[in-house]
């Protein structure tokens, strides 16, 4: 299942973050849906004082049913939308280009490559990042942010990395089995620029 969140507050906005999840069965419940949403609604809230005050963070209630081989959409349904999380760090915003990478680390290979995926945490606010990159405050509480994706709320679900189709092989999804979190600021460039 898919799981959407639109990020807001800032000039060039919004942003886009993807997270992906399993369910215990083939097609997962509205229930697992749900657990999904309230998750990554979770994760932001935890994170939230890493934000300026404009920012917003809106998990959206249509979560997506892919067919992991293709890609294709192949249902969905509406769940409760959670409610937005508000930034409650600094008023002051970090250069939008350049921000926190969350690594999500599994143990599938694909083509002789380990199977990775990354969640861009940007903007923050101007307090998370040193000269030299990534505070050690904000690794510390992006960190304890990034486990409640493991956390049972409601029911036992799996996030996951889904690996687009390749060339004769089709696409796949891979437990997460951990986060890392680089001190180096990643950038990124948007496909509208």
């Known amino acids: 299942m898919r799981v959407r969140t639109t990020l807001t507050g800032w000039s060039?906005?919004?942003g886009l973050c993807t997270n992906y999840f399993r369910g215990a069965g083939a097609?997962?419940?509205a229930t697992e849906m749900a657990e999904g949403a309230n998750r990554v609604?979770?994760?932001w809230?935890?994170?939230?004082?890493?934000y300026f005050t404009a920012w917003n963070a809106q998990v959206s209630g249509a979560i997506d049913l892919l067919d992991e081989t293709t890609g294709r959409l192949t249902g969905g349904a509406g769940v409760t939308t959670p409610a937005v999380v508000v930034g409650s760090g600094l008023s002051t915003?970090?250069?939008v280009a350049s921000m926190p990478i969350l690594q999500l680390n599994t143990a599938a290979v694909v083509q002789n490559r380990r199977v990775r995926g990354r969640m861009n945490l940007g903007p923050t606010d101007t307090g998370q990042t040193t000269a030299g990159g990534l505070s050690s405050g904000a690794i510390t509480a992006f960190t304890a942010a990034a486990n409640f994706f493991f956390v049972l709320v409601n029911v036992p679900i799996t996030p996951v990395v889904w690996h687009?189709?390749?060339?004769h092989l089709g696409g796949s999804y891979a437990d997460v089995t951990g986060f890392s979190l680089p001190t180096k600021l990643g950038v990124?460039?948007?496909r509208r620029d």
Do not use: M
Request: hydrophobic share 30%; net charge positive.
């Open 12 to 14: 060039g906005g919004p």
């Open 188 to 190: 990124l460039r948007s």
């Open 93 to 95: 915003i970090n250069d």
């Open 41 to 43: 609604r979770a994760f």
């Open 164 to 167: 687009r189709p390749v060339s």
């Open 45 to 50: 809230n935890s994170a939230k004082g890493l």
């Open 27 to 29: 097609v997962p419940t």
